[in-house]
């Protein structure tokens, strides 16, 4: 099976400094993919140049065999690409489920029909239903962080990146969140997963990306990350108890 996403010395430079370098890996269809890296490794930034969000200086993007290297977020989002944000970007004076309707009409499918039913359905899979008629800046960080989802997930897309999304929840609620992952990793969505905490990472990620200094340390199933010098000096310190 060819992979959905290639990247290839993928690199991106700002003012001189390289924040991504020569970064090359593939994603198999069907994935739930780590990717750690200590703070100011990468991560975000990479995830960024995937979504269109910032314009490589050099390297390839092939996703589902389409150089996407360069091209604008909108067609990202078009070709299958959805993310989430480390820091919620709602619309702040729109409520709950028109953020949502946002998600279904400039999504892969934007000409779809029934857009109000369909943002309904994507609110009661992340859990926040009763939260459609609330203006967006009224949710608390945890709500905010499922909106994200499920307006990520209302653009249909065959890939997901998700940046921390784990990030300031408490444990029940991360538990949750990363239960929710699987099950669209099972629905049949990739997913591309940044997060600091190792224990979320490793308990539902294989294989694992480490990044470090903008570039590709370690790549490999969990145990072998999390057991690779490299990856223990650079980023873990010490053998991460899983």
């Known amino acids: 099976m060819a992979p959905i996403l290639k990247l290839k010395n993928l690199t991106r430079y700002f003012a001189g400094l390289a924040a991504v370098k020569d970064v090359s890996f593939e994603i198999e269809p069907g994935g739930l993919v780590g990717l750690i890296g200590p703070n100011g490794a990468g991560k975000t930034t990479l995830l960024s140049l995937i979504a269109g969000s910032l314009k490589p200086t050099s390297g390839k993007i092939e996703f589902e065999g389409e150089n996407l290297a360069g091209a604008k977020s909108f067609r990202a989002v078009r070709a299958g690409i959805a993310r989430t944000h480390q820091i919620p970007k709602p619309f702040r004076t729109m409520t709950v489920h028109e953020n949502v309707e946002v998600g279904l009409r400039f999504g892969r499918h934007e000409k779809e029909a029934g857009t109000t039913k369909k943002a309904e359905e994507f609110l009661e899979m992340v859990g ?99 057991n690779d010098p490299a990856v223990i000096e650079a980023y873990i310190g010490k053998r991460a108890a899983i």
């Open 128 to 226: 926040i239903a009763k939260l459609a008629q609330r203006p967006a800046f009224l949710l608390s960080v945890g709500d905010l962080k499922r909106l994200e989802l499920a307006r990520a997930l209302a653009a249909r897309p065959t890939l997901l990146l998700c940046d921390e999304i784990c990030s300031g929840l408490t444990e029940t609620e991360s538990a949750l969140i990363l239960r929710l992952l699987c099950d669209i990793r099972r629905a049949g969505t990739t997913i591309l997963y940044v997060e600091h905490n190792l224990r979320a990472i490793m308990s539902v990620c294989d294989p694992v990306i480490v990044m470090n200094y903008g570039e590709k340390l370690a790549e490999g199933p969990p145990t072998a990350v999390q």
